[in-house]
């Protein structure tokens, strides 16, 4: 595409903000903005996430075009690329800022653009491949697959999508593998001791979660401390006669099929040799596997497992949790773990590739194709039938996506039935369920099709006589309105 023949006004899309942006609030969350590492905001703007991360004590520095054109751009361990490429007219010029961001990125660069479907929110008239607005700014608005692809062929990384529209690209594979590690099993935590009872305490605690003892490099350092004085015999012993074997078996189980897990999505997303694996991973592997290509023929059965129709189908049948339809699965995020191996595979490979919105409440998982969606209902645990806010979807075998705001609607769907999204033992499953049961009596799903939207859900109460409280079902009062 040729260079257009006018330029934009670009520092104009910078907006102030007081708290910090999206995707610097992500990568904060994602433990990548640790208070020892440095950080370069490339395109800072306004530079409002450098303000706030420094009162956070992390050591950032801005560099903008614009704003901030003085400042020298030093190599940084992260380099923070926030809504920079939307605002390039010309798509050469975009990986050039792109490659220049990249050269100065020792750890991980942390991409973010707009989206395609934020088209509506840009008012403008059609110019190059974006929208020129009335106030002289330009926004390209990528695809999510766009945007994860041009990464990846100006980085020459393998790239992960922490969300929709944020994608990281990592120096060193091992810390991309320890990244992925954890969004599969996440950290698990100590009680830190440096007393020798309460530091056996936690190891305890670790063997019982984890299904086998830590290594030193594992454990926090007042633990280690105290567990490097101590003969490995002893301690080996004592945690063979103090940890609880039933806590020690469903652990290894867990533990097994998290690393199966991993393995399978590694594949999935292209397998390093057994040493680029995170220690953990590569202790579990020892631990609870014959070897490490016992472990990868395993993961290599289960991916392969998912590409089959037939099988996915019955293991959505099969699952312990979850609301099964004729075409999907629907399972509440407090019981995802619980999925079987096949089906978490399935929700991670989506969730890898597009990118798991921050904020949602139910996962959707068709039956045939591959095509997971995220639905959000804010009010899941206070509203007795949760109106959804939105739908972020993903196709797997074009990976492409879509997204679906019913914010300004009048008439939005809505939840029955809330107790088969959730696992039986979940603490809010009874509750749920005694609604469920004195409104299949009082008759209010009778005529099904009618009670999937607000106006119908509400002429069917009127209809049947009958108000909600909370989670319970009241009788109308007479001189209530019936209609």
Same mark, same amino acid.
């Given at each position: ?5 006018? *330029?934009? %006004? ?5 907006? &102030? ?6 995707? #610097? ?23 409002? @996430? ?41 798509? &050469? %010029?975009?990986? %050039?800022?792109? $490659? ?26 059609? #110019? ?23 990464? %990846? ?7 992960? &999508? ?36 309460? &530091? ?14 830590? $290594? ?7 633990? *280690? ?81 998912? $590409? ?6 019955? *293991? ?34 989506? #969730? ?42 993903? @196709? ?28 039986? @033992?979940?603490?809010?499953?009874? $509750? ?52």
């Amino acid at each position: 595409m040729e260079e257009p023949g006018w *330029a934009s %006004e670009r520092h104009r899309t910078a907006i &102030a903000r007081s708290r910090l942006s999206v995707p #610097a609030r992500q990568a904060l969350a994602d433990g990548q903005l640790h208070p020892d590492r440095t950080i370069l905001d490339f395109g800072c703007g306004r530079g409002d @996430d450098v303000r706030v991360l420094k009162r956070l004590d992390r050591q950032i520095t801005g560099w903008d075009p614009h704003f901030q054109p003085h400042v020298q751009k030093r190599p940084a361990d992260v380099v923070l690329a926030t809504y920079v490429l939307n605002v390039i007219e010309n798509p &050469a %010029e975009r990986r %050039e800022t792109l $490659r220049a961001a990249w050269e100065l990125t020792k750890a991980v660069l942390v991409v973010s653009a707009r989206l395609t479907w934020e088209r509506s929110k840009v008012h403008g008239d059609q #110019a190059a491949d974006g929208v020129l607005t009335s106030r002289g700014t330009f926004q390209h608005l990528f695809a999510t697959h766009e945007l994860r692809r041009l990464v %990846e062929d100006v980085t020459g990384s393998r790239c992960v &999508a922490a969300a929709p529209g944020i994608i990281y690209a990592f120096r060193d594979e091992t810390a991309r593998l320890g990244y992925l590690a954890r969004r599969i099993a996440p950290q698990l935590s100590w009680a830190v001791s440096d007393e020798a009872g309460g &530091a056996v305490k936690a190891l305890v605690e670790y063997v019982e979660r984890r299904g086998r003892a830590p $290594r030193l490099e594992e454990a926090p350092r007042p633990v *280690a401390e105290v567990v490097a004085q101590l003969k490995p015999a002893a301690v080996r012993k004592l945690l063979r006669e103090t940890a609880r074997q039933e806590l020690v078996d469903a652990a290894v189980r867990r533990s097994t099929l998290d690393t199966l897990l991993f393995l399978a999505l590694e594949l999935f997303n292209g397998r390093g040799p057994f040493t680029s694996l995170p220690l953990s991973v590569q202790l579990d592997i020892r631990a609870f596997f014959s070897s490490y290509g016992e472990a990868c023929q395993r993961a290599d059965r289960l991916l392969l497992k998912l $590409r089959d129709d037939s099988y996915v189908r019955g *293991a959505m049948s099969a699952s312990r949790v979850g609301k099964l339809t004729p075409t999907a699965l629907y399972v509440h995020q407090r019981a995802l773990d619980a999925m079987p191996t096949v089906l978490r595979l399935y929700e991670h490979c989506a #969730a890898i590739a597009a990118g798991r919105p921050r904020e949602w409440t139910i996962v959707k998982l068709k039956h045939d194709g591959r095509a997971a969606s995220w639905l959000h209902y804010p009010d899941f645990d206070s509203d007795p039938h949760p109106r959804i806010h939105s739908d972020y979807q993903v @196709d797997l075998r074009s990976l492409e996506t879509s997204h679906r705001s019913y914010e300004g609607s009048t008439n939005r769907p809505l939840l029955h039935r809330k107790h088969e999204f959730l696992a039986s @033992d979940d603490p809010d499953a009874a $509750r749920y369920r005694r609604l469920t049961d004195a409104e299949v009596r009082a008759g209010l799903y009778a005529k099904p099709h009618l009670i999937g939207t607000e106006a119908g859900w509400e002429a069917e109460l009127a209809r049947c006589g009958w108000n909600l409280k909370g989670h319970r079902l009241v009788k109308r009062r007479p001189d209530q309105a019936s209609g």
